[in-house]
Each structure stands twice: as structure tokens, then as C-alpha cells.
């Protein structure tokens, strides 16, 4: 995989999280679009990113068209927007294009940080039946804080657990992820797994609490 | 806290998981006891572990007896057995013990490894209900790899993710946990998190299976 070649596009790629991730795949090479409804919000975020990786300019569009002309489409809308944003973009596809999810339900109420139980077990699952047949779904990024992304000046330190049905797929995000300084790909298995990973993110966020920071992610030891 | 006068009982001491923990304590240098159902099979490991540790002899009894000398308990029989040895031993408890809790409920149905879903939502929460109120419950030790645990010659670089309600428990745990080479503890919250933590040592099984090794544990990072 030649990594200058890859296209990595950003659904609500204005957000934190997708601004960090678009910074660190600028970094680590690739071609990188930020997609957002509004073409002028796009563009004040890559402009942005253009002034931190001034060497591999990002680009901006629509969400539609973004998802288009990717091959990499992460989708790094709040939770509660990703399966109507899905829905409405479901034609979009180009073939051969891998969905990555990376969102996670998580509520706040009374204070507390808890995990949204949905019916089909995770938010990638429920993601999944959103989404053609033929379009691989990938869980990744789940775990990495959006604070320590979007920070050009932070070194990464954590593993991306990434799941999948699609195991070809998943090889692929995997090969993609090894590009990312600091970031270790860790095969986790199946979707199923995402439900796993979707509560580690709920856990970090109660450590980023407890511990006052904004920083903690996963490593896994003994690999 | 002097860890040598921390006594810790170990209830179904004679498997892997309950040896490996009983090893790292005694070798930390914490008065160690193993409890069987039988005296025999209680001895037969206090034997072995004396072989390794000679330094710091492990006493052996009957899990009534060993929970009522113990101040840290750890249930260390298989998920299956837990709720019933629990409530054969709820009188056994001496008053300020504290019980810790690191059982998983994992199916290995079609060669699938698979979190067993409880209505309380974890092991820990279900095996709550099955403890007087005044003893504290603290979830521990739950991905940390009977197999790396039991092997003297093994370094550990893990994290052990401490989870309970009773905060002043949960510290004390912390604290002792400090004396075990290798180990960090890391304030995971309140026992509802035992329900990522049991699902994590499900993912780390499944690591394990791909990577090909038995030695898969976690780090939060950025602490």
C-alpha cells in the first residue's frame, strides 16, 4: 500500500475527533478529504489542518462528494447523527470504499458517563445494517482521544483496536493505521468486538476524570 | 499499609488463575493462604508455591477457614462456581474484610469466544447481590492473564483496572496492588465498570487466540 495513494475521507470531519484523525492521516501522508454539510465549514477545517501540514495539502467538499471519491470514508459524526447520516448517504459508495467507524454511544446524565445500550450490541453493529452488503464496515479510532489527535505537537502512544466481519478489509485499516506515528493497529476481531471497544472508550473517559487528563488511551501489552 | 501484614486468602486457590494471584502475593510478601473445598488439594499448591517463594511460606486450609482469617478474599473459582460458593460462605466473612472479585463469565461455544451476558450487567454486580451489604465487593485482576500470573519467571507490565462502589475499599486494593512487581493499579470507578473490564479479558482471550500467545494484558496510556 502506497499511502500517498490513499484517499481518506471525513464525514462531520469539522468535529474534534475528525479533525484529529484528518491531521494525523495528513501526517502519515494521505490524501485527505473533510467532508461536512456545509462546504464553507469544511473549508475553514481544512484550512486549518493546511496551515499545521502545510507539505500534504487536505482538501474539503460536501459530504456526498467527499464519500465519493473515497476509499477510506471514516465516519466521525456524534453518534446520535451516524445512522441518519449513513441512511442519506447510503448511494454515495464508491465501490471498493471501506466504512470506519469510529463512534461510540455515550451519555452524561447526572454526571455520570455511561454507555447507550442499543439492540444490536454496538454502535458499529447498529451501523452495519445501515450500510450496502458490499461496503466493509471497520470499527478503529474507537479508543483514541480526540484531545490527543488534534494536538499537532502530541506523540501518540496507544493501539487502535480495530474489528471487523470483513477481514480483508480489516487487513487493509490495519496496513493503513501502521502509517500513523504512534498508533499500533491491534486485530480485535469481529464486529462483535466493537462492543467491547465502544465501552473502553466510556472507561477512558471516566480515567480522563478521575485522573484529571484528557490523554489516556489503550496499549495492549505481551503482543 | 506493611504488606507483610496483609493476609490474603485465596477461595478456589488451586486453579491457574488463583495460583498465579497467590504467587505474585506471596512473592510481594503479603501472608498468603489458599482455600480448597479439600485440605489435600489446598496443600498440594501451598506446596508448590513454597518451592518458588521459600522466603515467604503460603498456609492452606478450607476456603471457611480461609475467609475467616483474610482480610483481602479473592474468589478465584470459575464463574459458574462463583454465586454458590459465595453464599455456602457469607457467615465466613470477618467484620472490615473485603472480597475481590476477578471471575469472568466467558463462553467457548463453536469455538467462539463470547461474554456471557448477566442480568446485573457484570459478574461483579451479580455476585454483589450474593455478599452481605457491610462487606465491600472490589472488582480486580479481571485482565490480568492466569498464565503470565503463574509463571515465576514471567515479568509483568500490565495494569490492573480496580473497580467498586466503596471507594475506601477500592483504595486499600489499589495500595496493595502497588506491591506487586509489574503491576499498576488504575481507579477504574464504581463496579458498573466491571462490565468493560470482563469484556476486555473476553478481547484479550481473543487476541491471544490470534496473535498466537497467552500473555495479552492492557495499559491505559497517558496516565
Given at each position: 500500500m502506497n499511502i500517498n495513494e490513499l484517499k481518506v475521507g471525513l464525514i462531520g470531519g469539522t468535529g474534534e475527533e475528525g479533525r484529529g484523525l484528518a491531521l494525523r492521516w495528513a501526517?502519515?501522508?494521505a490524501r485527505v478529504a473533510i467532508g461536512s454539510r456545509t462546504i464553507e465549514r469544511a473549508r475553514t477545517t481544512a484550512d486549518e489542518l493546511n496551515q499545521l501540514v502545510p507539505h500534504n495539502p487536505v482538501s474539503y467538499g460536501e459530504n456526498s462528494r467527499v464519500i465519493a471519491e473515497s476509499e477510506f470514508v471514516l465516519l466521525t459524526v456524534p453518534f446520535a447523527h451516524a445512522a441518519a447520516t449513513l441512511e442519506s448517504h447510503k448511494q454515495d459508495?464508491?465501490?471498493g470504499a471501506i466504512l470506519i467507524d469510529i463512534t461510540v454511544p455515550v451519555s452524561f446524565e447526572?454526571?455520570?458517563v455511561r454507555y447507550v445500550e442499543l439492540a444490536e450490541g454496538s454502535a458499529s453493529?447498529?451501523?452495519r445494517t445501515r450500510l450496502r452488503?458490499?461496503?466493509p464496515l471497520v470499527a478503529a479510532f474507537k479508543t483514541e482521544p480526540a484531545h490527543l489527535l488534534a494536538d499537532a505537537s502530541a506523540k501518540l502512544d496507544c493501539d487502535v483496536l480495530v474489528a471487523s466481519d470483513d477481514k480483508e478489509a480489516k487487513a487493509r485499516v490495519m496496513e493503513?493505521?501502521?502509517f500513523i506515528e504512534g498508533l499500533r493497529p491491534v486485530d480485535a476481531g469481529t464486529l462483535y468486538s466493537a462492543r467491547t471497544l465502544e465501552r473502553m472508550t466510556v472507561l477512558a473517559i471516566?480515567?480522563?476524570r478521575r485522573y484529571k487528563i484528557k490523554t489516556a488511551c489503550?496499549?495492549?501489552m505481551g503482543l
Open positions: 501526517m502519515a501522508g459508495f464508491r465501490a447526572q454526571g455520570r453493529e447498529h451501523l452488503d458490499e461496503i493503513a493505521v501502521k471516566g480515567i480522563n489503550y496499549r495492549v
